[in-house]
């Protein structure tokens, strides 16, 4: 399982996040996606702990927490196995899912 943290600074690195979720424990691995056409990470990252005891003391201590001028948005990550191509049924056309997935 992993964390999925959100509103990130674009300024974030992997090493900032591992950092400061270092504070909780083992950090196994930090994934920041970047955008495709600019390279620039694309305001979230997933992170995988050590443990489910120190996933959920981070996820309970950074969640809503200001870090480089934002608040996080820090929970679970969904599992993977819901991607199709082009985003399965995430929403698409229908505009579901709050307007997030333009394409």
Do not use: C
């Not at 056409?37 to 997933?46: C, D, H, I, M, N």
């Not at 698409?92 to 307007?99: D, F, H, K, N, R």
């Amino acid at each position: 399982m992993s964390i999925y943290v959100g509103n990130l600074s674009y300024d974030v690195t992997q090493e900032d996040l591992s950092g400061i979720f270092a504070e909780y424990g083992t950090v196994k691995r930090v994934q920041v996606p970047t955008d495709r056409e600019t390279g620039r990470p694309r305001g979230f990252a997933f992170v995988e702990m050590g443990t489910e005891a120190e996933e959920t003391a981070a996820i309970e201590a950074l969640d809503g927490a200001e870090w480089m001028g934002r608040d996080l948005k820090v929970n679970k990550a969904k599992p993977k196995e819901d991607r199709g191509s082009f985003g399965g049924n995430r929403g698409g056309y229908s505009g579901g899912g709050g307007g997030r997935n333009r394409y």
